[in-house]
């Protein structure tokens, strides 16, 4: 398993932008308690999307576990948006550390108010008789043989100009189909990772949020929709590359457990280009159609 390194102790920058490793970094390399802030160019209408905000609780978190841990699964709630360009600081304490597993609490807090709250697993990989392969990731078509989704000013998302998708499952956002299915290739575009496991694991959980919630195929007309809670569930090992590359492409596929009522159950899977399972992901999602 390679090594994971924390960095600490260097003074904080006035402001960040705006690559991902941006903002990772100034979150390892500084105190608890240091102000941080993150552009409207990773935002979602008033707010930052939420795979930024789990990507940045995720490496508070990280920085307070032994490097013999793996993170094992995360949960987070959505409580109130993340403003844009306005500080915020990331609070964690470690609820419970035992001989294997340390189980650790964070939360994002602007202007006072809890803005988001997570709890994290983290593990020592241990032998055991029990050895079930994962899944292979389903038959699709080569992320360079399927079309760019571009980007639509006003339609899609700020964020999603960092972004490369390539749609391999199911229909896109607002088109009434009845397919239960979403999702294709994704990465981010033109941007730069850290050098150590852990940024690829923060850099996975931003990614998995990028797409938009797969209820949203299923109406014919734009609509709000917001994540209320989320749990990821890791791989492990990982088989992650080590280091992270933004080159390299994931292929996420999201299917819909259920949806009524304004609220949906989404769970996803997502593989590397290898077919190896990375991560599975469940979320309650709420539309306002």
Known sequence: MPQRNICQGILPIERITMHFNDFIQHIKNN?????????????????????????????????????????????????????????????????RAGKNSVQIEGQIIQEGQTIA???????????????????????????????????????????T??????????????????????GGWMRLKNETTGSDLNDADALLIALIDAWPPATLPLINRPAPASTMTWSISFIQPSPITYPPSDSDWLLYRADIDHAASGYGQIRAHIWNQKGELLALSSQTVAVFD
């Not at 094992?72 to 470690?94: C, G, Q, R, W, Y």
């Open 31 to 95: 105190p608890s308690n240091s102000p941080h802030r993150i552009s409207a160019e990773w935002g979602q209408g008033r707010a930052i999307f939420g795979g930024v905000m789990g990507a940045v609780i995720y490496t508070a978190m990280r920085r307070d576990i032994p490097t013999d841990r793996c993170i094992l699964s995360f949960m987070m709630s959505f409580i109130a948006p993340l403003t844009a360009d306005t500080d915020f600081i990331l609070d964690t304490k470690i609820l």
């Open 117 to 159: 709250t997570a709890l994290a697993l983290f593990g020592t990989l241990r032998t055991s008789s029990i050895d079930v392969s994962a899944m292979p990731a389903p038959r699709v078509p080569s992320p360079e043989s399927l079309v760019a989704l571009p980007y639509i000013p006003n339609v899609v998302p700020e964020f």
């Open 161 to 182: 100009r960092k972004m490369d998708y390539r749609w391999a499952f199911g229909h896109l956002p607002f088109s009434g189909t009845t397919a239960r299915e979403m």
